[in-house]
């Protein structure tokens, strides 16, 4: 929880002018990606933007996806905790029925969490546009397996802390309008969850406090 906070205060610190641009092409959100990877390393945490790769494989599509990984050792053991800044948008499907919009709503903005975790989310997003879709007599594409879906955080990667320079446009010191307006929307995002979380934390904590009452009731009964 402390380096989901530590996340998510460094994405509402990042300012336009962080973001560089470091692909002479489309840069789809990467500036922010090696933005909030400097924040991250600077904060003493071993953090690399990862790019993965796969080739098509019988009807799943070959493709690539970035994403950032922090790397924890403890005890001669390392652990891998995966961000990816653009979550919800993996999930998203035509003509979604109500019931899944509110799955889809419930997702985090940013993920921030194990590999394991994700395989679990995976699986239950798959599940429920494979029924939005069919409440809706459209066909399940493949491209909403969970093969594909996995492949973009389970396949080989490379760890990278900087862009290669042979990326980067010649006026590095511009800002990719697709980034800003990528940050802009990502950070109210944010924000409007954090806001919503911390109003329903005290309702938690009186359930919490009411659940830990009725079982001490009911042990008092039970002694009687």
């Known amino acids: 929880m402390d380096f989901l906070s530590v996340v998510h205060s460094l994405i509402l610190s990042m300012g336009e002018t962080d973001l560089h641009s470091v692909k002479s092409g489309p840069c789809n959100a990467s500036c922010i990606r090696y933005s909030l990877v400097k924040l991250l390393r600077l904060s003493g945490y071993d953090a690399a933007v990862c790019v993965s790769r796969w080739q098509r494989s019988g009807k799943v599509p070959g493709g690539d996806h970035e994403y950032i990984d922090v790397v924890n050792y403890s005890n001669g053991n390392s652990e891998r905790v995966i961000i990816d800044i653009d979550f919800r948008s993996h999930f998203e499907i035509a003509r979604a029925v109500d019931s899944y919009d509110r799955i889809l709503n419930s997702l985090p903005v940013v993920y921030v969490g194990s590999l394991t975790r994700l395989k679990q989310l995976l699986q239950l997003m798959v599940e429920a546009a494979r029924s939005s879709l069919k409440q809706n007599s459209m066909p399940f594409p493949p491209w909403r397996s969970l093969a594909y879906l996995q492949a973009k955080w389970y396949s ?28 802009r929307r990502l950070q109210p995002s944010l924000q409007s969850e954090l806001e ?7 309702i938690n904590i009186d359930n919490s406090r009411r659940l830990k009452h009725d079982r001490a009731r009911r042990s008092s009964f039970r002694a009687l």
Do not use: M, T, V
Request: net charge positive; with cysteine; hydrophobic share 25%.
């Open 156 to 183: 080989p990667y490379q760890r990278q802390f900087a862009p290669l320079e042979h990326d980067i446009s010649g006026n590095s010191s511009s800002c990719h309008k697709q980034c800003k307006g990528h940050l």
């Open 196 to 202: 919503a979380e911390r109003l329903l934390k005290p």
